[in-house]
């Protein structure tokens, strides 16, 4: 009997082959037999300059150099900015990139000639033998710098704003002025970035018979990469394949289509005849990728005595770096998400989104969340603290209630619609959470660790995270004439276990067994249309539209069987890969057969099959027909759209110990409460959010970009950024609440970012907690700590 794999703890299937190192990245495709010419990038290494001349004479003597491209190297499409890939409305001055830069430079790292030779030793020797001429200009560097305004990044972005945006629900300002309490204040997040082990790498073809390209790249959105290259080369998408083999790791930063790269890699292997190949360097992703999270915010709040929001207003400064090419992405989800599970009574935010003279601001897995969530959950405590309430209580006061679903927050949505929860059980979350913690016992713990010289805290964070953005993603369903079925989505996949859970979609479907099923992600050929990997929302997208491939599958196996045993298909049933009459094993044809069935003319050639099917072929008057307009073939191909996203939602909380002497800060205790609706796999997502909340512990205790008042990035090396190693990550008790969304037909919400989101205002509620001290800016350092410990016993 086949078993049920939704919701079965499976393992990770593709999990085997990586761990064996027989993974096949990017830059290994080189080894297919033909030696590919290697690019290096000869990036900016002042943050404001004007460049005033570029001297390629010594560099065209280096040995094995093949090519030197400038900005006057480009043509046509590739000539003009890399595109501003989501416009909005509140954008002011967007500004993006060239391809390679054209007359100025905007940050350390910027790419301005693009170097080909024989190996990357050759071209990076041509490299420093270029002569740039520059003109210096001043660096904006850092928002107090931004908002000062005195010296602009674009002179047409006055005041370096490049966005303003403003929502308001109610009239907040009568709303805080009448509150009984009101409390002001500021909390800011300092710049960090997404560092997959594997960097980004692209590898390109040019196939002078056909006339076409095959790029590989490191990417989470192939599809996306493709249309990009082909706009800008001139060429028609029928002309460009991309692949996306083994990624290892994304969190946001490979969903940038184009980057410079995957553009200047195929033009390069076009105009040259010959493969060529870039792979970027640890220094490289510091300086030339993309970072995310700096943010401002200032705070006003209203509330009753018993803690409940009257009116919540909010001005949110946002450091989107050099150029915009995401648009403002990240602070429209910030101040649409910050709300998280509460009702706000009025409320108001604006942001403005503020160019710097350093590295482009793209979402990094959780996209502006953390920062909401930092700032509602702080402002949470800071309630709680002055009316002397329990913070859970504050919490629960203000919770939407599961009766009140579908809720709308009245507030549009950063995909243009009205932003509103599906569903979800906050009271019930809190509860969980309060139990896996032992929130209640705390305080006898916190008694225990006193009397014995420790110090100890507890902090909580809630968010609610919309998942599954659209518009669509599609999903293709074939069963072989082996049986095997192969199922191909056009997203990429960079470690989440999608080929592991769409099979366990499909194996349902089709009542065959798991290792029957084969998934391939990101491959252009394979899957022509799709969007991405992003915003958690593969599961939601391509999960149901797999599913729904399956049963346009399903639906014509059973006619074919249908009109091969003479009777009413809706008197089958597909039970262990083989479709029956309900109830009788007797009366059976297996999905293989159909297969075959399915495609008259391979059983009028093959014997063996001609056998196994029983007829003599399709002129065999007792083979059933394919039916008039009906493709030949066992497969399905569909598209799942939504109609809006759908929530997920959390909350965690942790014990942290201060050293008392050093104030070093150890999590001693993480727990974990999640809703993502129904669960594919729970496994994989419990790994997703362990994964994630180990990221958000490096965006709360180590990672920052450390940037000097020229723009100079002072850490961009894994010797100087620190990351938590596992030895500082602890065990982490992870909870699961399944309220299935309405809005599609599996019931799943999305999990891969939840992780990283609300952890900083959790850490920093356990040190507040933990010390009586007020934290204002994360991340926070032990030496941070100490000194804000000593200005707090001098007040
Ligand atoms: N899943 C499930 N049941 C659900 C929801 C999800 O079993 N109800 C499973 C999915 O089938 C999938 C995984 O959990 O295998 C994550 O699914 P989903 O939430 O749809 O997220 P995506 O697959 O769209 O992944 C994107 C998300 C983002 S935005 C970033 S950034 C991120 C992340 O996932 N980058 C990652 N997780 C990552 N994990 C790894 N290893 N590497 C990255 O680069």
Known sequence: MTTRQFGERVLRYEDNRLVRGEGRYTDDVARDGIDALSAAVLRSPHAHARITDIDVTEAIDVPGLVAIYTYDDLAGPLAAPLPLLIPHPSIIAGRTQYALAKDEVNYVGEAIAFIVAKDRYAAEDAADKIAVSYEFLPPVVGLEQARDGQLLVHDDAPGNVGAHFEQE??????????????????????????????????????????????????????????????????????????????????????????????????????????????????????????????????????????????????????????????????????????????????????????????????????????????????????????????????????????????????????????????????????????????????????????????????????????????????????????????????????????QTSFAQIVADELGVPLEDVEVTTGDTRRFPYAVGTFASRAAVMSGNAVALAARAVRVKATRIAADAMEVDPNDLEIVDGLVRVKGSADQSIALQTIAVLSNPLRYAFDDATRAATQFAGPNDPDAPPVAAGEAPGLEGREYYSPIRSTFASGMHAAIVEIDPQTSEITILKYAVVHDCGRMINPMIVEGQIHGGVAQGIGGALYERMAYDEYGQLQNASFMDFLMPYASEIPHIDTAHLETPSPLNPLGIKGAGEAGVIPVSAVIASAIEDALGVRISAMPISPSELHHLRAAAAND
């Open 169 to 498: 629900v109610g009239d907040v300002e009568s709303a805080i002025a009448n509150a009984p309490h009101t409390l002001s204040f500021t909390h800011a997040i300092e710049r960090s970035a997404s560092m997959p082990l594997e960097g980004r790498a692209v590898h390109a073809r040019w196939d002078d018979v056909d006339q076409s390209l095959r790029v590989y790249t490191s990417t989470q959105a192939s599809t996306s990469v493709r249309a990009a290259i082909a706009a800008k080369l001139g060429l028609d998408l029928s002309q460009v394949e991309v692949i996306a083999p083994d990624v290892g790791g994304g969190f946001g930063v490979k969903i940038v289509h184009p980057w410079p790269e995957e553009l200047l890699v195929p033009m390069a292997a076009r105009m040259l005849g010959q493969p060529v190949k870039f792979t970027e360097d640890r220094r490289e992703h510091f300086i030339s990728a993309a970072h995310e999270r700096g943010q401002i915010h200032d705070i006003t709040v209203g509330f009753d005595d018993a803690g409940r929001l009257l009116g919540l207003d909010v001005r949110v400064w946002h450091d989107h770096g050099a150029y915009m090419p995401y648009g403002v992405i990240v602070p429209i989800i910030t101040s649409t998400q910050l709300l998280g599970p509460y009702k706000p009574g009025a409320y108001r935010c604006v942001f403005d989104s503020l160019y710097t003279n350093t590295v482009i601001v793209t979402p990094y897995r959780g996209a502006g969340r953390p920062q909401a969530v930092y700032a509602m959950e702080r402002t949470m405590d800071r309630i709680a603290d002055a009316l002397g309430l329990d913070r859970t209580t504050v919490r629960s006061r203000n919770f939407i209630q599961p009766d009140e679903f579908p809720y709308d927050h009245g507030l549009i949505f950063q995909d243009g619609r009205p932003l509103i929860y599906d569903s979800g059980d906050y009271p019930k979350s809190l509860a969980m959470l309060k139990d896996l913690v032992g929130w209640d016992d705390f305080a006898a713990q916190r008694r225990i660790a006193a009397s014995e010289g420790r110090i100890v805290g507890l902090g909580i964070g809630c968010y609610v995270e919309g998942t599954g953005v659209g518009p669509y993603e599609g999903g293709h369903v074939q069963v072989e004439t082996t049986g095997k079925v192969k199922v191909s989505t056009g997203l990429t996949s960079q470690g989440q276990g999608h």
